[in-house]
């Protein structure tokens, strides 16, 4: 079993729909938890840390759920310039292990 | 600039030579962290660094594999006898450790390598 799982995708959704990934993991002793983006080519880029209470970032939501050892990102309103691949990222003391990503492709 | 930066962005090589790169960190950032890309994947962390000292190596860091950062500032990784499999999209990313775990690593643009 994977360290981090995530959905595979792609995801192709209209403009302005509402899309959700989601990512369980392995280590119940995980401290820390983050959505990346990474753009095709391009390095991976923070685009919000998760935390236990849930956080909303604008149109992002993430959600975490230690009990079942699982995150969510909920995108709303969807705009072109989202489209990317999504990778969730768990930390246990300084050892990031990143899943493997899903892909959002956002469609006129 | 005062992001992350890499040094080549490509390598092209011959399969058995050593190739080298090098990652300049964010200046007040004392961790370096090296790590390992290929198509589909997140990824893959090879090793990282506090300030000059070496804290941890993955598995997937052969013997082939070996990193340095000197002086606590910029980082080498070196691949020795480099092999097809090799190839991949080497990143570095640094943070500053703080009181809270898990700080924002923030990456530079990556070095993507082809062993022929």
């Known amino acids: 079993r994977k360290e981090v799982e995530q959905d595979p995708g792609p995801f192709n959704v209209p403009e302005g729909a509402t899309v959700a990934f989601n990512c369980t993991y392995s280590?119940?002793?995980?401290?820390?938890f983050f959505w990346y983006r990474q753009d095709c080519r391009k390095e991976p880029k923070l685009l919000m840390s998760v935390y236990s209470s849930g956080n909303e970032d604008g149109r992002f939501t993430a959600q975490l759920n230690r009990a079942s050892q699982y995150i969510s990102l909920l995108i709303r309103d969807s705009k072109l310039s989202d489209s990317a691949t999504y990778l969730c990222?768990?930390?246990?003391?300084?050892?990031?292990?990143f899943g493997a990503g899903t892909r959002l492709t956002v469609k006129p | 600039d005062t992001g992350v930066s890499q040094d080549p962005r490509h390598k092209i090589t011959k399969r058995g030579q050593n190739v080298t790169f090098r990652c300049d960190p964010i200046s007040e950032h004392n961790r370096l962290y090296w790590y390992r890309q290929t198509l589909g994947q997140g990824p893959e962390f090879l090793t990282y660094f506090q300030n000059e000292a070496q804290l941890e190596k993955s598995r997937l860091l052969s013997d082939r594999f070996s990193a340095e950062r000197p002086k606590g500032s910029f980082s080498t990784l070196e691949i020795q006898r480099t092999e097809q499999g090799d190839s991949a999209m080497y990143l570095c990313?640094?943070?500053?450790?703080?009181?809270?775990?898990?700080?924002?690593?923030?990456f530079g643009p990556g070095t993507r390598l082809t062993v022929l």
């Open positions: 990222v768990v930390n246990y003391r300084s050892d990031m292990r």
């Open positions: 280590n119940s002793a995980s401290q820390s």
């Open positions: 990313a640094s943070s500053y450790l703080g009181d809270l775990p898990g700080n924002e690593q923030f």
